[in-house]
Nanobody, 131 residues
Framework: EVQLVESGGGLVQPGGSLRLSCEVS?????????MGWFRQTPGKEREGVAS?????????FDDSVKGRFTISQDNANKRTAYLRMSGLKLEDTAVYYC??????????????????????WGQGAQVTTSS
């Protein structure tokens, strides 16, 4: 059974930093996939903020987080992805979700930020920016 387990949410002051982790399991280690991070606030659609092609390392960021957020993976096992958030703003407050979908071997394109592409989801982690 495919599973994603998130960790690392919390409360941070404006300008601060936080790192979210997402560990995946339940499928063959070599199978490549796209990892995405999304966020959602009450009454709003879930929006993609960053994606990572686990195989090629290509990344995509939403304009709202460019230059502040980075997405990376544990290169040793390729089972854990990270979202490093810096320069956090009040408007970054949301529940953050990791998600992924499988891709073809050796496909080196960039991964979607559209939530409909993603098949498997984590449980969500609250990130609150407040003074």
């Amino acid at each position: 059974e495919v599973q994603l387990v998130e960790s690392g949410g919390g409360l941070v002051q404006p300008g601060g930093s936080l790192r979210l982790s997402c560990e995946v399991s339940g499928f063959t280690r070599r199978r490549p996939y796209c990892m995405g991070w999304f966020r959602q606030t009450p009454g709003k659609e879930r929006e993609g903020v960053a994606s990572l092609n686990i195989g090629s390392g290509n990344t995509v960021f939403d304009d709202s987080v460019k230059g502040r957020f980075t997405i990376s993976q544990d290169n040793a096992n390729k089972r854990t992805a990270y979202l490093r958030m810096s320069g956090l703003k009040l408007e970054d407050t949301a529940v953050y979700y990791c998600a992924f979908y499988f891709i073809l071997p050796r496909w080196d394109g960039t991964c979607s930020l559209g939530r409909s592409e993603y098949d498997y989801w984590g449980q969500g982690a609250q990130v609150t920016t407040s003074s």
